[in-house]
């Protein structure tokens, strides 16, 4: 079946670094997801990505929907402590039944 | 105002017992969802209703079933419950725009975390 691949697992960053984070699928996708998941949460949804090649800013995060459409990155600039959870992306090809594939998710860890 | 709610949030429950997890989303959308969530924090997708009707069904065992009274609501019940049934159901909807077709952002219920003992 598809599956994707997120690097890195786990992240410790410094408050104020920049984050860069991607996924990548044997398969592909035409609707990439990122989502994140606080602690004792859902996962909320943070960046769409449609077309290959878009590239997508929501505040300080930035998402790219890869050119093969078989990877997606997504960077976090000037790190805040809040930062700090599980990133999900997400993947799913053109289907009525939206069926998505979740990745294994980076852990984001931000020290002050 | 809650966009998709989940009760309970916690259930702990000993092997064998039957339960139900409920789940109501205000968003008018018309695709409800079920996830499992392992320890390892991975999420799959297990079941998937549009409009009261199945559309999807990932290999879960035929304890799970899952009952959409109307298009707001999608409930999960487990029968016999395993010790391996422990883990975090999180219920999700979308809404399909078949105008654009890859549009199906999925928003998340708060999760039920479900301890069999």
């Known amino acids: 079946g598809q599956q994707l691949n997120q690097s890195p697992q786990s992240m410790f960053i410094q408050e104020g670094e920049d984050v860069s984070m991607n996924c990548t699928s044997s398969?592909?996708?035409?609707?990439w997801l990122w989502y994140k998941q606080d602690p004792g949460e859902g996962p909320v949804l943070l960046i769409a990505l449609y077309k290959a090649g878009e590239l997508t800013s929501n505040g300080r995060l930035t998402a790219q929907f890869g050119i093969t459409r078989k990877d997606s990155f997504l960077n976090i600039s000037a790190s805040i402590p809040s930062d700090v959870g599980i990133y999900f992306c997400a993947g799913s090809i053109i289907n009525y039944g939206q069926n998505f594939v979740f990745g294994p998710g980076t852990r984001l860890s931000v020290l002050p | 105002d809650t966009a998709v709610s989940q009760t309970p949030k916690y259930l702990v429950t000993q092997m064998g017992n039957d339960k139900s997890i409920k789940c109501e989303q205000n968003?008018?959308?018309?695709?409800m969802y079920w996830y499992k969530q392992d320890s390892k924090k991975f999420l799959k997708i297990m079941f998937s209703y549009n409009n009261k009707e199945l559309i999807i069904n990932e290999t879960v065992p035929n304890r799970f079933s899952p009952k959409s009274p109307d298009k707001a609501h999608l409930n999960l019940h487990i029968n016999s419950l395993e010790l391996g049934d422990s883990a975090v159901y999180f219920c999700?909807?979308?809404?399909?725009?078949?105008?654009?077709?890859?549009?199906?952002?999925?928003?998340f219920g708060p999760g039920t975390r479900l301890t069999v003992l």
């Open positions: 999700a909807s979308s809404q399909p725009d078949r105008g654009r077709t890859s549009y199906n952002e999925q928003f």
């Open positions: 968003l008018g959308h018309d695709t």
């Open positions: 398969s592909i996708f035409n609707t």
